[in-house]
């Protein structure tokens, strides 16, 4: 994409800007418009001003060697723009064009801050290699000369201390610093949002995938990966009926989470077990693992042999979809339960390993951008120890039974058959499971596995990456 440069602009700390293009200067007509000062922008106490100085060879050039010139190569014609900060803080902005007409701001020390050239930048690890010990804000971020080069295509700087900088217009104007652009980027490649549902929708957001599919092709792979960050949720079919399937599922993606229960976790009714979800009575809903601060992040749940009696049911609820709803609907309990911290523990012995877990988090976690993060929740696993102060007791326990009958009136039930592997997310679904009765011939029999949020992000991003070129 091409680019037009409009102007280096000074704007104070408080956004005001010192003086401001009214006009684009226009590098395709034969006539230069004009800038022009803007008096609502002026503020006629400062020293700054803009100049311009036409040469008797007909360019335009700087009034003096420390004026940074704007210069379009492809026409040979000089703009000069020189300007004089006032002695207080100041940001120094440059301000390019599009070929669509669209203006894009960029700072300065931004710019120098993310130069590309091998000095600066090691593009096998894309990576900053610049010396910051050195890098000294108000001193590297100085114009002498601004190019635009390869027909608008690239922009070169040339910084007061001669160091030179080339941006792709590509590049540069993905990362504008508009807001549209800012989010375009975060739902594109960050964390696009999740769609929330209610219990009536689950038959329309549950997607199916075979398992052999996702095995072996990554366009199957990707579309999985991507109903699952949509939704939360989503079923795999017909997998091998062997306990190391679940794991070749993980390895598709990254790696599998360990925890003090092991890596995949066999469950089945056990006597004398310190976990409840080894026993066959019912499980209430819960996210597993609450205790831990770097939680697993999704659960895959591969069903070996399923209970042949009434009971093994699925309980699964959308609880982002609950917290959402309490926030709109129930603001002071959500207030309660996304600000008072919790004691979540685990103490017991599995397989030989002993451990004592603790970690302290609200119900309901909202990330620094004001979204959910993450849900904690588990009647067994929420500790007697509870630090708070008295006043603050019954009403965190009031919320909480507001919170439990929402996410019961939301929860749906299913049931999955032996070759299904459940996938969901373990920070924003809860789940459980009704009781049921084995038998001598039949015991219930699934296989449980963890995969981290990070690596499938990551391989979300990889995938996403290999469609677009």
């Known amino acids: 994409m091409a680019l037009r440069i409009l102007s280096s602009r000074i704007v104070r700390q408080t956004g005001v800007s010192l003086f401001k293009v009214e006009q684009v200067i226009d590098f395709g007509m034969h006539n230069f418009k004009q800038f022009i000062l803007s008096k609502s922008h002026w503020n006629p106490t400062t020293n700054a001003s803009v100049s311009l100085h036409h040469a008797q060879s007909g360019s335009w050039k700087a009034a003096s060697a420390s004026e940074p010139h704007l210069v379009d190569s492809n026409r040979g014609s000089k703009i000069v723009a020189s300007y004089q900060p006032e ?75 001669g160091h030179r900088s080339q941006y792709g217009s590509e ?28 219990k009536h929708r689950f038959g329309e957001i549950l997607e199916n995938f075979e398992f052999k599919d996702v095995i072996n092709s ?11 960050i949509k939704y939360g949720v989503v079923m795999i079919r017909n997998t091998p009926l062997a306990e190391t399937e679940a794991r070749k599922l993980v390895e598709r993606v990254g790696f599998i989470r360990k925890t003090h229960y092991g890596e995949e976790y066999i469950i089945k009714a056990k006597e004398g077990t310190s976990n409840v979800a080894y026993l066959s009575a019912p499980l209430q809903m819960h996210t597993d693992l609450p205790y831990y601060d770097y939680l697993p992040g999704c659960n895959l749940l591969h069903c070996l042999v399923q209970s042949e009696s009434q009971g093994g049911r699925n309980l699964l609820c959308d609880a982002f979809y609950v917290a959402e709803l309490m926030r709109e609907k129930h603001p002071k309990e959500f207030k309660i339960l996304s ?131």
């Open 87 to 161: 002695a207080t803080r100041e940001r120094h902005h440059l301000i390019v064009e599009s070929a669509d007409e669209q203006r894009f701001e960029f700072p300065l020390i931004w710019l120098r801050d993310n130069c590309q050239c091998a000095e600066c930048f090691h593009p096998k690890s894309y990576s900053r290699i610049l010396n910051w010990e050195l890098f000294k804000v108000d001193a590297v971020a100085q114009l002498r000369e601004i190019v635009l080069t390869e027909n608008g295509n690239k922009l070169e700087i040339i910084w007061s201390d």
């Open 171 to 198: 590049w540069l104007l993905k990362r504008s610093f508009d807001n549209d652009s800012k989010q375009e980027y975060l739902n594109e490649w960050y964390r696009p949002r999740p769609t929330l549902w209610n």
């Open 218 to 228: 990554d366009e199957a792979l990707l579309a999985w990966i991507e109903c699952l």
């Open 339 to 469: 600000e008072t911290l919790v004691n979540w523990t685990d103490v017991g012995e599995d397989e030989g390993r002993e451990f004592h877990s603790i970690y302290r988090a609200p119900v309901i976690c909202i990330g620094r951008d004001g979204n959910l993060e993450r849900i904690n929740h588990s009647v067994p696993q929420r500790d007697s120890f509870f630090n708070v102060p008295l006043a603050s007791v019954e009403p965190w326990y009031r919320a909480l039974e507001l919170f439990v009958g929402l996410i019961h009136r939301e929860a749906v039930q299913f049931k999955t058959v032996p070759g299904n592997i459940l996938t969901f997310s373990n920070v924003r679904m809860l789940h459980g499971r009704s009781g049921y009765t084995d038998t001598v011939a039949n015991t219930r029999h699934i296989v449980g596995a963890f995969l981290d949020w990070d690596e499938i992000y990551s391989k979300w991003r990889v995938l996403k990456a290999k469609t677009k070129k």
